[in-house]
């Protein structure tokens, strides 16, 4: 995505002179409104926006609400005002289905001849949550606006936001041009079908009532924040920022409300770096961030990776975050799950128990069994599995599969794999080659060579083919019996050996992304690529992990080319085949002395270790397992 403008003076003339037209006509052609009588007892809600429309976000900023300062709407300061306008909102609330008592509740009650429209518009805010009910509401005002009580203009303006939320945009924009024919057209009432089209997806009509708009009367603050929160909503970061600069040249103060919606576009589109810039300059400035501001930057963080900035934030929220947003917790799950933090497990299990058990999340669950899997907590991994098998959850993702694979190898529970690799088919989980290899290398390793290749049979019916690495597998047991013959080498057969040697790596790969694929597999002690080779090494703490990583990677892809993986050399056995030492190499690229004792490396990359076993033909004959097609493979 290409990054917005920033929003300092430097760039604010550019930002003027990059003049885009900001309403661009669909070709749709459209639809004429439908009129309908306004006055009819119950109003009934349509879904006017298709399911093409862009998706309208969970919350919506709080624009709806916010007063307008070109109205002349304020609170009656009588103390017992707001008390007695919750009474009777609780004695709607009660009677929210009988539309009669509706109506004979609002004529009884003396709040709207003694307050007039300041209760009418109290009533409609505390009805908030409740938009079909505060339609009912109002539906019965505007009877009253043809007995004699004139409506206001806050009350158009709450007419047509109501409308909005129960996405009736036709009737939003009827009650605007009642309200102009009216003389009730004003900043408030622009302000209202703006905020209307802004919930119900339709941006390009926001954008051209602004245009009008602009025309007939003068924008508020509340006009542009709007906006910034349409652009913010679709990333349209340039525009958000010019609408920013249009503020500050309008002679407007910005509000908290247009902070936050910089902040929350700055983090649906993924620029973190203006978050915290935008959120740094709140806090020396004299609009101090709000819980809201808190929540977006715990999100932002969250997003972002940065675990020890988002628990800073957390510690400030925390309380409302566990009690009232549910969707955050998850977030910082992830973001845990996601993180390298050592103690992240203990962090996660603690956020878990906020989340109710109904409110069960597919993807996060199989985070989870990642983040155990690769913890080695195999009790852990497998009760999340047996617990996604019995909610019909499918693990799809190919390096979720490996972290399994992984986990039981190291903990030599072949049992438990060959159980889960039946439960994984029937389940349609995401089956690869590495399942099979895995049970295969430890059945060799517990010397079950039947059960070994009957799994050739298990990999058949699950419409896999053999590879050439399955049929070395299965030829292991003699390659080690070959190798612990004097003529063997000594590298493959040495159990302190845990270098593994990389050939043909693409020159774009670096040694962080060796460790990223290697570590899976188990803990690495070094991994190292020397200065203009085509090839690494990568040194294990264990050599079962070593063993697991050398079958499952050797000849898979990295970077674009096939890698080739063979055992380096040992720390314990730095003499060749023949008995003398490797011949020294004269490389200038070679390690320092101190680091390349750890492989057993005194020279060039040669004597990392990298010694071709000799060739037996005999040795990778394959009559017994795969037919005659298999008796010339030489290793790759």
């Known amino acids: 995505m290409k990054r917005g403008f920033g929003i300092s003076n430097r760039v604010k003339s550019e930002l003027i002179q990059q003049q885009q037209k900001w309403y661009v006509k669909p070709k749709t052609t459209q639809k004429n409104l439908n009129r309908r009588f306004i006055g009819e007892p119950f109003i009934q809600s349509r879904f006017f926006c298709s399911k093409n429309d862009f998706p309208r976000p969970r919350e919506i900023t709080k624009l709806f609400t916010e007063k307008d ?279 996660i299990e603690a956020l878990m128990k906020i989340i109710p058990e109904e409110d069960y999340r597919a993807w996060l669950h199989v985070k989870l069994i990642n983040v155990y899997a690769q913890e080695n907590l195999i009790e852990c991994m497998q009760s999340y599995i047996n617990d996604a098998f019995n909610r019909n959850t499918r693990v799809v993702t190919k390096n979720v599969m490996l972290s399994i694979i992984a986990t039981f190898f190291r903990c030599n529970a072949v049992e438990e794999l060959a159980k889960f690799v039946k439960q994984a088919e029937s389940a349609r989980w995401r089956i690869c080659r590495s399942l099979y290899h895995c049970k295969m290398v430890m059945y060799s390793s517990q010397n079950r060579l039947e059960e070994m290749e009957k799994i050739l049979e298990e990999m058949e019916q699950s419409n896999i083919d053999p590879s050439k690495k399955t049929f070395l597998i299965i030829a292991w047991p003699r390659i080690a019996t070959y190798q612990s013959t004097p003529g063997g080498t000594q590298n493959e057969s040495d159990p302190n050996n845990t270098t593994i040697f990389v050939g043909g790596l693409d020159s774009n790969v670096t040694e962080e992304n060796l460790r990223q694929v290697f570590s899976q597999f188990g803990e690495l002690s070094h991994v190292k690529i020397p200065v203009g080779k085509r090839c690494g090494f990568v040194q294990f703490d264990n050599r079962t992990c070593a063993e697991e990583a050398l079958l499952m990677l050797n000849g898979s892809q990295l970077g674009g080319s096939n890698i080739r993986l063979s055992w380096g050399r040992s720390p314990s056995n730095k003499q060749d085949q023949s008995g003398g030492m490797v011949q020294q190499h004269a490389d200038s690229n070679q390690w320092p002395a101190a680091a390349g004792n750890m492989y057993g490396y005194n020279g060039g990359y040669e004597a990392y270790g990298y010694v071709s076993a000799a060739q037996d033909p005999n040795m990778y004959s394959y009559q017994g397992y795969g037919g005659p097609g298999y008796g010339n493979y030489q290793q790759q």
């Open 69 to 347: 300062p070109s109205t002349s709407y304020r609170f009656d300061e009588e103390p017992n005002f707001i008390f007695d306008v919750s009474k009777l909102r609780d004695k709607l609330l009660e009677n929210a289905s009988d539309l009669v008592k509706i109506e004979g509740i609002l004529d009884s009650s003396y709040l709207f001849p003694r307050h007039g429209s300041s209760a009418f518009i109290e009533l409609l805010n505390q009805l908030r949550s409740r938009p079909q009910l505060a339609l009912q509401v109002f539906s019965w005002r505007f009877k009253k606006n043809h007995e004699g009580w004139a409506m206001e203009t806050e009350e158009y303006a709450k007419g047509i936001v109501i409308s909005g939320r129960v996405k009736d945009v036709d009737l939003a924009v009827e009650l605007f041009m009642v309200a102009a024919s009216m003389g009730r057209g004003t900043t408030s009432t622009y302000n209202a079908l703006m905020s209307a089209y802004l919930y119900n997806g339709l941006d390009w009509k926001c954008r051209k009532l602004f245009i009008e708009m602009k025309k007939e009367v003068v924008p508020t603050i509340v006009t542009y924040n709007i906006l910034t929160s349409l652009y913010g909503r679709l990333c349209l970061v340039p525009y958000m920022e010019r609408i920013f600069l249009e503020i500050k040249e309008a002679n407007l103060s910005p509000n908290i409300t247009t902070y936050n919606n910089l902040i929350s576009g700055y983090v649906t589109a993924c620029q973190f770096d203006k978050m915290e810039w935008m959120y740094a300059f709140m806090e020396q400035g004299p609009v101090k961030p709000d819980i809201k501001t808190h929540l977006y930057m715990l999100r932002g963080y969250a997003h972002w990776k940065k675990v020890d900035k988002m628990e800073s934030i957390y510690e400030l929220v925390k309380d409302h975050v566990n009690e009232k947003d549910v969707v955050l917790v998850r977030t910082m799950i992830a973001a845990y799950c996601d993180s390298s933090d050592p103690d992240r497990v203990r962090k």
